[in-house]
């Protein structure tokens, strides 16, 4: 069992920091009810738009519908007029496409009331079932294909050695969980990367890095290196002898572990913090803070997958979508250099990471 993490509420992504793993956890909620069957009203019913009700219940909460009132006015002027309209609307308040390639939900700000309660959408979000979702629209095989390069070259500093290994071994739970995850993804993925066909077997061996570094010393050395050296081998374009079969229908939270991934993703939100400073440290930092986004937006999406845990509770699959789509909100804006709509998703950002940790703790 791994030790508990506290985390932090302020303007840090707190969603994302260490704590969450892939199994065996206990949540811990707050005392906010979770809204997935809605307190009937009682009284004070008022009509909106002569078409949905706004009610409230015996306990003071307000009702728009089925959904809390207060999920829609985090987000939108006319909340009423939104949850009336069949038009579609993007989470985060952007129309167009959906994370999924897709028409967006109408009014689906999900996961973000007060307290931790998460909204109903028209059409309620399930775990999302390997080869369903259009990668294509949440990071591109380019970004993809640069973080592979970059963990390999980490991977290659670190396992120079035990005593290197020893030094770092804590980094290489994060980096054979993170590729594990974009080899998941690339298989997936409707573009062309030069170990695509190989992306199981590369995902498989990745889980076994990470799984391997359980500590200092030779043994979790030993653990690591084969399947690392068969990962280069991979990632070369070679086949890697002696290497296991590939497991089609192992579950990637078999080798994506959460809690490496949302470390890794807490990187990212480092880097746009920088960015959120001024507008020229947005500028500049551009191409980076758009493959980060990427990286989100992708990695918030690949955890609605149904096998990990709490995959199977709504309010959980809305807390993963709605990152999903802000981050894909935050990049347009990011690649059309409009500052003060990047700084607007990226404050939603932390204010969704805020709502999940009053709803759910990770171990």
């Given amino acids: 069992m791994r030790s508990t993490i506290n985390f932090p509420v302020a303007t840090t992504l707190t969603l994302l920091i260490a704590g969450c793993s892939g199994g065996n956890e206990t949540p811990q909620t707050s005392n906010t009810a979770t809204p997935s069957t809605p307190t009937p009203a009682t009284e004070n019913t008022q009509v909106a738009n002569n078409n949905s009700p706004i009610r409230t219940d015996d306990k003071g909460q307000k009702w728009l519908g089925d959904v809390p009132f207060d999920v829609y006015d985090v987000f939108f002027d006319d909340p009423v007029a939104v949850i009336s309209n069949d038009a579609a609307v993007m989470v985060a308040g952007n129309a167009g496409t959906s994370a999924t390639g897709g028409t967006a939900t109408p009014a689906a700000a999900s996961g973000m009331g007060s307290g931790g309660a998460g909204s109903a959408p028209a059409t309620e979000p399930t775990p999302v079932a390997a080869g369903a979702t259009d990668w294509s629209t ?3 095989t380019d970004t993809i294909q640069n973080e592979v390069k970059s963990i ?22 994060i980096l054979g969980s993170t590729l594990a995850g974009l080899a998941q993804i690339g298989h997936e993925h ?36 084969l399947p690392f050296e068969q990962i280069i081998v991979i990632l070369d374009g070679g086949n890697p002898s002696n290497a296991p079969a590939p497991d089609e229908k192992a579950s990637v939270a078999s080798s994506a572990d959460r809690e490496w991934i949302m470390r890794r993703m807490q990187k990212s939100i480092d880097v746009l913090k920088t960015s959120n400073q001024n507008e020229p440290a947005f500028k500049s930092q551009k191409e980076q803070a758009s493959a980060e986004l990427q990286f989100l937006a992708s990695m918030g999406m690949l955890l609605r997958a149904p096998d990990y845990v709490y995959a199977d509770e709504k309010i959980y699959q809305d807390y993963m979508k709605t990152m999903s789509d802000i981050g894909v909100a935050a990049r347009s804006a990011t690649d059309a250099e409009t500052f003060a709509a990047f700084q607007e998703q990226f404050n939603k950002m932390n204010q969704v990471c805020t709502d999940c940790h009053k709803q759910y703790r990770f171990e």
């Fill in 138 to 140: 949440l990071i591109t």
């Fill in 152 to 173: 390999r070259n980490e991977l290659t500093r670190i396992m120079t050695s035990v005593g290197s290994y020893n030094r770092d071994f804590a980094s290489v739970q």
């Fill in 190 to 225: 409707s573009g062309t990367l030069p170990w695509k066909q190989k992306a199981i077997l590369l995902r498989d061996l990745a889980g076994k890095v990470s799984s391997g570094a359980s500590g200092v010393g030779r043994d979790p050395y030993d653990k690591v290196l």
